[in-house]
């Protein structure tokens, strides 16, 4: 732990996402992992954790995790961990190695809280898709509003005065800028966003837009930071591929 002073402190929180982690994979993420590990106090996953949501990639995924992780791991899944229809076990086996996986739901690490869910696509803005038309449009976009309300009662079961919100898809545009326009709608939702203005927030991570931008703010200033693993390879080819911000919180004891 990073103490500034005997009045301030600081929790560092290291995030990356879309690991998309194979059978073959083992070896190759516990060094990312032993990194953040000893830079920051908490990991955060964002997402498309394994390749194809089978549970045997999740068990290389665990693996590299129980081999490489020393600080708690919270994580979120992502569209291809949902590919196979194995989700639970995917989820099971993380949380049997250690991992705090959230969907909906919220924690809390060394005074900071953390509130989780994987989110869905729907477009930004007025240009966002709306419930109107065919039933397969409308069950499109309640999936999208379901998932903004459970981001909603994760933050509203977090008291503590610093929330970090981890997500899989975006709930900005300005982090997809850089995909190719005609996709902005599968990679997110501005319907994300709105909880995140309701709730004070002091920092929000996500993947997906691997081809995105790294940073952009929501409407009221919350720093959004899109960790796809292949954006952060790109854009930091001489750095550790991960982001790590300082959360300022109150003294312990």
Known sequence: MNHGSASKRVVRVAAAGDFHCKRTSEGELRPLFAEASARADVLLLCGDLTDYGLP???????????????????????????ESGKQEEVKGILTHAGATVLDGESCEFHGVGFAGAKGFAGGFGERALGPWGEEAIKAFVREAVNEAFKLESALARLHT???????????IEATVEGEPRPIFPFLGSSRLEEPIMRYPVTAVFHGHAHQGSLEGRTKNDVPVFNVCLPLLLRAFPEAPPFRLIEVPVAPEG
């Not at 290389?60 to 961990?81: K, W």
């Not at 005065?161 to 709930?171: C, G, K, W």
């Open 161 to 171: 005065p610093q929330r970090v919100v981890l997500l899989h898809y975006a709930p």
């Open 56 to 82: 045997e990639e999740a068990e290389v995924l665990a693996s590299e995790l129980r081999a490489g992780a020393t600080v708690p791991v919270v994580a979120v899944l992502g569209n291809h961990d949902f």
